[in-house]
C-alpha cells in the first residue's frame, strides 16, 4: 500500500520489527544443531552460540549503517552496488543470498525427515524430505498473503516449543537433575579448533536478522528505530539460545546428543510426563517455517533478477490465477531437491548455507567501510570503524578452511554459485550484451 509519495506505507513500529527478527532466527537451527555442536564442543554448547552472537552484532552494525544511509528494500545486493558499482558482482552477492536460502531449505527438509518425525511415525527420511518439500511449495505458490500468515502461525508455534524447553529445564535443574559442570566441559585436544567448527556450523541457526533490512521501506522512521530493533532483536534471541544451550548441556550428556532431535532429548529428560510426540510436532512446524521463510525469499529473488534482466526473463512468468512467480518457484524447487539428493545430510547443508552467507556478511563489512568516502544528507546510526573490520575479519576466517569444513562443502558452493554465473552468461548470450546498469532494489519485489 503507497503511502501517497509514491513509497511503501511506513506502518512497521519499532516493536513490530523486534519481533520480526526474534522470529526470523528462530527457527530449524536451534532445533536441530545442538547434537551436531556437541561433537565439536563437547558440553560447552553455549560457547559457539554465545560466540557466534557476538560476530552477528558486528555485521548487524554494518546493515544498521547501511539501512539507516540507504532506507531501501535490497539489502547486501543495494550496498555492495553501492559501495563497489559492479553489476556482476551484485548479481553474485543477490545470487549467493538467494542460493544460502535454498541451501538451509533443504536441510530442514532434511532434518523434518529425522529423528522428530520418527518419534511420530516411521517413514523414509529421503520420503519425508521430498514430501516437506512438496507441501512447503504448495504454501509458496498458492500466494503470499497466504504464506505470510501461515509463517506467523508457525513462529508462534515455534517460539511455544522453545518456552516449552526453558520452562522444563528450569523446572528440572531446580529440582536438582543434570550436571551444570558439563556445560565447560570442552575437549582435551583441538579445543580451539574446535570451537572455531562449532562456531562456523552454529551460525546457521543465528541467521536471518539480515532479511530485516528488506522491511526498511516499511519501518517508522528506519534511522532511528531499526538499529535498535536490530540489535534488541539479535540480544534476545542470543539470550534465549544461550539458555536452552545450558539446560540442554546440563540434562542430556554429548554422547546423547548425536541425533536429530537434541530437544526432545532435553524434554524427555526434563520431564517424564511431558508428551514427546506433542513436542515432536512442535518442532516439526518450526523446521517447517524455516523452508518456508527461505523458499519464498529465494523464488522472490529470482524472480526479482528476472526482472532486471540479469538473469533469463522466463524466470519473471507469473501463474496467471495465483499470480506468483511459478518459473522461479519450480527452479529454486529444482535447486533443493538435487541439494536433498547430493547432500543427504543437514550438517553438510547447514555447512554450506552459513558458508555463502559468511562470505555475504564480509562484503557487506567491507561495503560500510567503503561508503564512508560516500555521506549522505541526512541522520543515520554510524557503527564504530572497528566494528566492521573485526567483522570482516571474523567472517572470512568462519568461511575459511580453518574452520574445518570439509572440501565438498566448498565445491557444493562453488557449484550453486556457478550455476548464477552460468545464467548470467546465457542471458548476455540471449540478450546480446552485458548488463551495464542494476537497479538492486527492484531484485526482492
Not at 548479481?91 to 536441510?107: D, E, Q, Y
Not at 532429548?265 to 517424564?272: K, N, R
Request: charged share 10%; net charge neutral; glycine share 10%.
Amino acid at each position: 500500500m503507497s503511502d501517497g509519495t509514491g513509497g511503501l506505507r511506513r506502518a512497521i513500529s519499532g516493536r513490530m520489527l523486534i519481533v520480526f527478527i526474534v522470529g526470523d532466527i528462530l527457527g530449524a537451527g536451534i532445533y536441530a544443531l545442538p547434537g551436531k555442536l556437541s561433537g565439536y564442543v563437547g558440553g560447552a554448547i553455549w560457547l559457539p552460540f554465545a560466540i557466534g552472537f557476538v560476530i552477528a552484532g558486528l555485521t548487524a552494525g554494518s546493515y544498521a549503517e547501511l539501512v539507516g544511509k540507504y532506507p531501501r528494500a535490497a539489502g547486501a545486493a543495494l550496498y555492495t552496488h553501492r559501495a563497489f558499482g559492479k553489476p556482476f558482482l551484485t548479481f553474485l552477492v543477490a545470487f549467493a543470498v538467494m542460493m544460502s536460502g535454498i541451501a538451509s531449505a533443504s536441510a530442514a527438509a532434511i532434518a523434518f525427515g529425522g529423528d522428530y518425525l520418527a518419534r511420530l511415525v516411521e517413514f523414509p527420511q529421503l520420503l519425508a524430505a521430498f514430501g516437506f518439500l512438496a507441501i512447503v511449495t504448495t504454501i509458496n505458490f498458492i500466494g503470499i498473503s497466504e504464506s505470510i500468515k501461515v509463517n506467523f502461525v508457525f513462529t508462534m508455534i515455534e517460539l511455544g516449543g522453545l518456552v516449552i524447553v526453558i520452562v522444563v529445564g528450569v523446572i528440572a535443574i531446580s529440582s536438582g537433575k543434570g550436571d551444570v559442570s558439563r556445560t565447560m566441559d570442552l575437549p582435551a585436544d583441538g579445543a580451539l579448533l574446535g570451537i572455531l567448527g562449532a562456531t562456523a556450523l552454529g551460525f546457521y541457526a543465528l541467521i536471518g536478522f539480515e532479511d530485516s533490512v528488506n522491511l526498511a521501506e516499511e519501518c517508522e522512521q528506519p534511522s532511528r528505530t531499526f538499529p535498535v530493533a536490530l540489535f534488541v532483536g539479535i540480544g534476545l534471541t542470543g539470550v534465549i539460545y544461550i539458555v536452552i544451550a545450558v539446560i540442554t548441556a546440563t540434562l542430556v550428556a554429548p554422547a546423547q546428543l548425536g541425533g536429530d532431535a537434541p530437544l526432545l532429548a532435553v524434554v524427555q529428560a526434563g520431564s517424564a510426563s511431558f508428551p514427546l510426540e506433542l513436542f515432536a510436532v512442535i518442532a516439526l512446524f518450526a523446521i517447517c517455517n524455516t523452508a518456508l521463510i527461505n523458499m519464498i525469499m529465494a523464488s522472490r529473488l529470482l524472480y526479482g533478477m528476472a526482472n532486471e534482466r540479469i538473469v533469463p526473463k522466463a524466470f519473471a512468468r507469473i501463474h496467471p490465477g495465483r499470480k506468483t512467480p511459478i518459473v522461479a518457484i519450480a527452479f529454486t524447487v529444482a535447486i533443493a531437491a538435487a541439494l536433498i539428493v547430493f547432500g543427504r545430510n543437514v550438517k553438510d547443508l547447514a555447512n554450506t548455507t552459513t558458508l555463502l552467507l559468511l562470505l555475504v556478511f564480509a562484503v557487506v563489512n567491507i561495503s560500510v567501510l567503503v561508503l564512508r568516502e560516500k555521506p549522505v544528507d541526512h541522520h543515520h546510526f554510524r557503527t564504530p570503524t572497528l566494528a566492521p573490520v573485526l567483522g570482516a575479519i571474523a567472517t572470512l576466517i568462519l568461511a575459511s578452511p580453518l574452520s574445518g569444513r570439509e572440501p565438498k562443502i566448498y565445491l557444493i558452493a562453488g557449484i550453486l554459485i556457478g550455476i548464477g554465473a552460468l545464467l548470467w552468461g546465457i542471458n548476455r548470450l540471449i540478450t546480446g550484451k552485458p548488463v551495464t546498469e542494476l537497479d538492486p532494489e527492484n531484485l526482492i519485489k
